[in-house]
């Protein structure tokens, strides 16, 4: 599958890109590593006039520890340096393990934070070649009026399927977005929008620039665990991210977050009330398991059935906790 026709821009200031964003932003996509978007346009899923190279704005990139062990993040680090960095595997936990398990190594090398951040959402009937989209019928993600996976509704179910952000969910991150009118910063749990076609709050004219953790999530015990159909390239069909931390053998400031099981990545409401000051057992981490599941509403948008992979939050949840907790 060949590449659409694109003007390549490769801005080597922050600024420069913000510009060209101002100019082109309408018609332009944003490249980071380029492991989703070149497959993508490949696919014929976005033609853009121009492409937005950000590999050459040095400010981008880096692990940047503050005060109290907080920490910043340019949007460029790779998935490789986050999954290596000593730091974050000591305060952050719960990140180093979601990265370490993003696609394979060749991918996390290329592959930024910032990219699996903004990842478009995934479906069966979207990501596949122009030829195939044609054949089977296009849908409202692209080119369509209607969803194959929810037939009569007007809403996309695609998935989003990135793993780092459940990590950075449960570690109460936020996000700086630029554009010419200035930075503006957000938490990321209210970047998402839950919808599969228009899944994240970011304009035209829009970049993710830096992640900030907090002090206050330094420290926080933490467990990534994924479904996918092979141990490794595989995107997650299923994932769960626990943090937590115990005081005197009672959990405190837990958090709980699904991918790939929703349009969005989303925090469990409720959960950490069920743990807060708990003396963790089998039972409470199989009620904790339960009300996953319940938050998730996979439909059918990939290989596996909706069924199974709520199942898999339930249990993968209940494993994660006790996991988490007797670290
Ligand atoms: C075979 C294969 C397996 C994969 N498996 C996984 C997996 O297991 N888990 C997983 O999470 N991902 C997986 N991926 C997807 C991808 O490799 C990762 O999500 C990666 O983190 C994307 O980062 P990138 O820098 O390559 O993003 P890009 O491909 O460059 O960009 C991804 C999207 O984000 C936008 N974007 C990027 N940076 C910014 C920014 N700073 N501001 C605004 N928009 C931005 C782009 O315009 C594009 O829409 C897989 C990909 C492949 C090809
Ligand atoms: S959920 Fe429906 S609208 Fe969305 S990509 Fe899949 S088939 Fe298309």
Redesign the pocket.
């Known amino acids: 599958m060949s590449l659409p026709e694109f003007k390549l821009l490769r801005p080597r200031k922050l600024n420069e890109a913000v510009e060209y964003l101002s100019q082109h932003g309408s018609n332009l996509?944003?490249?980071?590593?380029?492991?989703?978007?070149?497959?993508?346009m490949r696919q014929k899923l976005?033609e853009p006039q121009y492409v937005?190279d950000?590999r050459y704005v040095a400010e981008?990139k880096g692990i940047r520890p503050q005060s109290a062990n907080a920490c910043e993040i340019g949007?460029?680090t790779?998935?490789a340096a986050i999954e290596h960095s000593d730091f974050l595997r000591k305060h952050y936990p719960v990140l180093t393990e979601a990265a370490a398990?993003?696609?394979?190594p060749v991918?996390?090398n290329?592959?930024?934070?910032?990219?699996?951040?903004?990842?478009?959402t995934r479906c069966l009937w979207y990501n596949q070649s122009l030829t195939w989209r044609k054949g089977c019928g296009f849908c409202i993600k692209k080119d369509g009026d209607l969803c194959h996976v929810a037939p009569g509704g007007t809403k996309c179910w695609a998935a989003f399927?990135?793993?780092?952000?459940p990590a950075l969910l449960c570690l109460d991150a936020e996000i700086e977005?630029v554009s010419a009118s200035g930075p503006r910063r957000i938490a990321l749990r209210d970047f998402y929008t839950g919808m599969g076609d228009n899944y994240c709050k970011?304009g035209r004219n829009?970049?993710?620039?830096r992640i900030f953790l907090p002090a206050a999530s330094a420290g926080r015990r933490g467990v990534y665990r994924?479904l996918?159909i092979r141990g490794s390239?595989?995107?997650?069909l299923a994932g769960v991210a626990v943090a937590l931390r115990r005081l005197n053998g009672h959990v405190s400031d837990m958090r709980l977050a699904l991918?790939a099981v929703n349009p969005a990545p989303v925090l469990v409401k409720g959960a950490s009330q069920l743990l807060e000051n708990k003396i963790l057992d089998d039972e409470l981490a199989e009620a904790v398991g339960v009300l996953a599941a319940k938050t998730a509403k996979p439909l059918t948008t990939s290989a596996l059935t909706p069924e199974y992979r709520r199942e898999m939050i339930r249990v993968f949840t209940k494993r994660a906790v006790l996991a988490a907790g007797r670290q």
Do not use: H, Q, W
């Open positions: 996509r944003v490249l980071a590593g380029g492991t989703d978007l070149i497959p993508s976005f937005l950000l981008l949007v460029l790779t998935l398990t993003v696609a394979s991918l996390r290329m592959g930024t934070i910032g990219g699996n951040i903004c990842l478009d399927s990135g793993d780092t952000p977005v970011l829009e970049l993710v620039t994924k996918r390239i595989d995107y997650p991918t």
